[in-house]
């Protein structure tokens, strides 16, 4: 048995494909089986597989229902959480999303799922992306004020439905954690967020995050160890659609 977990398979069988880097980069190339390949030379029945977001480029439930079976038909036990681009899921109908495919697939926002004596806590999360406007050597000129403050207000959103699922977690009497968001859990000026020290206050051993695509890209957030923290991403073209082993 062990732990796995990669991000953002944009999949897209019953609706457009709206990314120009999935249209023109090589990693994207018929991703969808060289990462059903890659599962199955991997996982096995008891192994868990948890999706950190973006999993469909469907807007409507009827229009990921392929995208679904997909991820169905892969191996071992699959666990998702919400990510920015999935318009299917509404925070508030995660429940509902649990009941309808209970025994298949389990929805991971604002609550919990166990691993063993771990439980594995997450949100969607977000940070301020930008805009800003950085001089030739990096130093801040400024930047989009209205943006900052409507990411303010989705931080704090996402904070409170990460502090949910913690305290889930905590009543059930979990005391060891890992963590999932599909942002990242800071942005390039950051050196820590309301995400990284809520992940330190109750303990958590691993934050896995996903989002962030391009190689001059991944860099922009926190990777490796800090604070007692190890961070992970895990976006599928960073990993080059090879899930991410977290825990035996």
Known sequence: MALYAIGDLHLHFQSPLKSQRQMRERVWKNHEEVFRRNC??????????VLVGDHSWGRKMEECEED???????????????????MFWDAGKT???????????????????????????GTKGACFEGPFWLDRRGRILGWDEEAEARA????????????????????????????FLHYPPTNILEEDSGFTRMAEEYGAEQLIYAH????????????GEKNGVR????SGDYR???PDKLLD
Not at 40 to 49: Q, R, V
């Open 40 to 49: 199955e030379a991997l996982l096995t029945p008891e192994d868990t597989l």
């Open 68 to 86: 679904f079976r997909y991820i169905e038909s892969l191996p071992g036990r699959k666990i998702l959480v919400r990510g920015n681009h999935d």
């Open 95 to 121: 429940e509902e999303l649990n009941r309808r495919f209970a025994g298949r697939l389990s929805f991971l926002q604002g609550n919990f799922c166990s691993y063993g004596d771990f439980a594995l806590v």
């Open 152 to 179: 303010k207000k989705l931080v704090e959103r996402e904070l409170a439905r990460l502090r949910d699922s913690f305290e889930a977690a905590r009543a059930a009497g979990f005391r060891r954690f890992l963590c």
């Open 212 to 223: 962030i695509h391009g190689e001059n890209r991944f860099g922009d957030s926190i990777l």
């Open 231 to 234: 961070y992970r991403l895990v």
């Open 240 to 242: 080059k659609w090879q």
